[in-house]
């Protein structure tokens, strides 16, 4: 996964000390590692060919100035194009390598579904790499990274198919918001890895370490560095001390260059890759229902997830970006469409009057949309709001599960997924919870409780935030179900308490605007209560 980069403070060469590049001076620099060498290059000129093959110019032998130009060849699939870009040094062989060239060759499926993962994406990734003449060995990187799902999430925060930590995220201007996470866009997040990828070569000037950067960090690997220098050993990255992840990284990658230069060798085969754009990407001009964008592009809705995993909800977001990608195949039909729609049916809405007890926040969370997405679209100049106000609200044109892919789906199929031997308890963080406090309550590891919840033990929990665990202990078959109760004349927090047989306290935390205990009718309380119980 991807740290992020030293603070901030102008060019991003300034953030390392001044002398970094000298104290690497003594890297042992051979041609295992020249991100501009060419393994067998021909004696024969070549040009790339529009298909990303080469055009096979013939030497001049006669006395004319007459070139005798032989026809292109045509390279049809996108792993022989890969075979031709390979520059790093893949003749190397050490234990480390031979352990993951063991483990590949153990598990030889794999290629193929990395293939069938990989095949949406790839031929962007490789145009991207050669425009920046690095490795294409840098191409592979996704299948080390996320195995190509580019909804990967770890357990440290890292997300998408290159797997961005949230601060080098946003130091790569890759947006995160509740509408969406540029760490997963691939169009935008493909072009921050790779220029991350030549700043770090840019540093080390040696590719096997500018990789180490990409997983642990560059503090972390010049300090390695700096450490072998003064005890006089070698600065390659085999010799370094760092991490046992990132020990893995480089010859993983290594491992998995070898096979795909030469997976006949390693008893490999591939499912061809068509050496062409896939996808296309299209100017939304503003906001747009995913829904309608289906509709309009004739592309499934799944699919179109798929190629804009950066969309947390069932539309673009309203700021930006204002594109999505979609088949190559489609993209005229969509545009076509597109252009021809008028503007007041790009989304859906909803007139809603406000009631006691509401807000804007209230509001945003019935309606799956933000504040901001609320204000903007009544023209508010405040969040306050007075009872009987009419607001306009964008909401999704099908029900919430036809948005398969959204965050809020792919996290209810997260949840609901069974853990063999254990019960589903469904949890509602209070003030003062922590993943720490609650999953001791349950006897569960806190890694355990934040995968089961696509969290990372980074995250922040909020009040009222639902939470699957998945336990040992024998369930008491509850289950809770969240009710919106409008208060009567002569109710009271502890009446009501009493009505759902809860807590006062526990009403308290699950409304923080109650100002102390004073109720009035027509006020809406949140309540979870547990069915099985009434």
């Known amino acids: 996964m991807i740290k992020a980069p030293q603070p901030k403070d102008g060019?991003?060469?300034?953030?390392?000390?001044?002398?970094?590049?000298?104290?690497?001076?003594g890297i042992v620099m051979s041609s295992l590692l020249s991100g501009c060498q060419v393994l067998n290059q021909p004696e024969t000129p070549t040009e790339v060919s529009q298909t990303g093959g080469p055009t096979l110019v013939a030497k001049d032998t006669s006395s004319t100035d007459v070139k005798k130009v032989v026809q292109p060849v045509v390279i049809d699939d996108l792993w022989v194009r890969i075979q031709s870009g390979l520059a790093m040094d893949l003749d190397q062989n050490n234990s480390r390598i031979q352990a993951e060239l063991n483990w590949y060759t153990?598990?030889?499926?794999?290629?193929?579904?990395?293939?069938s993962r990989a095949a949406p994406y790839l031929y962007f990734i490789v145009k991207e790499a050669e425009a920046r003449k690095v490795p294409l060995e840098l191409a592979l990187m996704p299948i080390v990274e996320s195995s190509f799902d580019p909804f990967a999430y770890s357990h440290a925060g890292a997300s998408g198919l290159w797997q961005f930590m949230p601060e080098t995220g946003?130091?790569?201007?890759?947006?995160?918001?509740?509408?969406?996470?540029?760490?997963?866009?691939?169009?935008?997040?493909?072009r921050a890895a790779l220029d991350y990828m030549v700043y770090m070569h840019g540093m080390f000037d040696d590719w096997e370490l500018a990789l180490a950067a990409f997983n642990s960090g560059p503090g972390r690997v010049l300090r390695a560095v700096?450490?072998?220098?003064?005890?006089?050993?070698?600065?390659?990255?085999?010799?370094?001390?760092?991490?046992?992840?990132?020990?893995?990284?480089?010859?993983?990658?290594?491992?998995?260059?070898?096979?795909?230069?030469?997976?006949?060798?390693?008893?490999?085969?591939?499912?061809?890759?068509?050496?062409?754009?896939y996808f296309a990407k299209v100017n939304t001009h503003g906001q747009l229902d995913l829904a309608k964008a289906s509709e309009l592009s004739g592309v499934d809705l799944k699919q179109l997830y798929q190629l804009n995993p950066g969309l947390n909800r069932w539309s673009t977001p309203p700021e930006g970006p204002h594109y999505l990608v979609v088949p190559l195949n489609h993209a005229e039909q969509f545009r076509t469409q597109l252009a021809a729609l008028p503007a007041e049916q790009r989304l859906s809405w909803q007139r809603y009057v406000v009631k006691a007890g509401d807000n804007l926040g209230k509001i945003a969370n019935d309606y799956?949309?933000?504040?901001?997405?609320?204000?903007e679209a009544n023209k508010l100049n405040s969040t306050i709001i007075r009872i009987g106000q009419?607001?306009?609200?964008?909401?999704?044109?099908?029900?919430s599960e036809t948005y398969t892919l959204s965050a809020s789906q792919r996290l209810a199929a997260k949840q609901n997924r069974g853990v063999s031997g254990r019960s589903k308890v469904e949890y509602r963080v209070k003030s003062g919870d922590s993943f720490w406090s609650i999953a001791r309550k349950y006897d569960v590891g806190v890694n355990e409780l934040t995968r089961w919840n696509n969290l990372s033990p980074r995250d922040t929990l909020r009040i009222d935030q639902a939470l699957a665990i998945w336990s040992e202990?024998?369930?008491?078959?509850?289950?809770?179900?969240?009710?919106?109760?409008?208060?009567?004349?002569?109710?009271?927090?502890?009446k009501i308490a009493s009505r759902f047989n809860v807590e006062v306290n526990e009403i308290q935390d699950w409304n923080n605007d109650l100002n102390g205990k004073y109720i009035h009718p027509g006020q809406r309380v949140i309540v979870f209560v547990d069915v099985t119980d009434t």
């Open 11 to 25: 060019h991003p060469r300034s953030r390392f000390p001044a002398n970094a590049r000298l104290l690497l001076s």
């Open 106 to 115: 153990r598990h030889k499926n794999y290629f193929n579904t990395m293939s």
């Open 170 to 190: 946003e130091h790569y201007n890759l947006d995160q918001n509740w509408w969406y996470d540029g760490r997963r866009d691939v169009v935008a997040s493909t």
């Open 226 to 277: 700096k450490k072998n220098q003064r005890l006089g050993k070698s600065t390659r990255f085999w010799a370094l001390d760092l991490p046992k992840e990132t020990t893995a990284y480089v010859p993983k990658l290594i491992a998995l260059a070898k096979i795909v230069r030469d997976p006949k060798k390693y008893g490999m085969t591939f499912d061809t890759i068509a050496n062409k754009p």
């Open 368 to 375: 799956n949309t933000s504040i901001d997405v609320i204000s």
């Open 390 to 399: 009419g607001l306009l609200i964008p909401v999704a044109t099908g029900k």
């Open 473 to 494: 202990q024998e369930s008491d078959g509850s289950i809770l179900r969240k009710v919106n109760y409008t208060v009567r004349s002569g109710d009271s927090l502890a």
